[in-house]
């Protein structure tokens, strides 16, 4: 399966790479990743990479068209990888990020299943 991983970009790498393992653990979806599907960004998005890379699993990277908006860039970013993947791994932090909500919208919208983590950044 075709899974995003998608999260904060203010987490430190530390943080970020636990958040990733405990979050795909929780999923219970480790097994069915066969292609993880995320953004070029840092925080949760450069520790899920590393993860995949450790574990020889293929990446699939989607990128923002800065050409537009930013909101619309991301917006149709997020739909363009819903599209794409089979399921996201959300790990956010309360209040969430904007981008994070709506790609967890995208996905419900989409009937795809969608797997909650929450972190503490405090």
């Known amino acids: 399966m075709k899974i995003i991983v998608m999260g904060e970009k ?3 790498s530390p ?9 795909i653990e ?8 066969v292609e993880l599907v995320t953004t070029k960004s840092m925080g949760i998005g450069y520790a899920a990479r590393t993860w ?4 020889n699993i293929s990446i699939k990277l989607f990128y923002s068209h800065w050409d537009r908006n930013l909101c619309r860039a991301m917006n149709d970013r997020n739909r363009e990888m819903g599209g794409y993947a089979d399921k996201l791994i959300a790990i956010y932090p309360l209040p969430r990020d904007p981008t994070i909500h709506d790609m967890i919208c995208v996905m419900e919208r989409l009937g795809k299943p969608v797997s909650l983590y929450e972190i503490d950044l405090e």
Not at 15 to 23: F, H, L
Not at 26 to 33: M, Q, T, V, Y
């Open 26 to 33: 929780k999923s219970g979806w480790r097994e069915e990743i």
């Open 10 to 12: 203010n987490t430190d």
């Open 15 to 23: 943080q970020a790479r636990i958040s990733v393992e405990k979050a």
């Open 52 to 55: 995949a890379e450790e574990n």
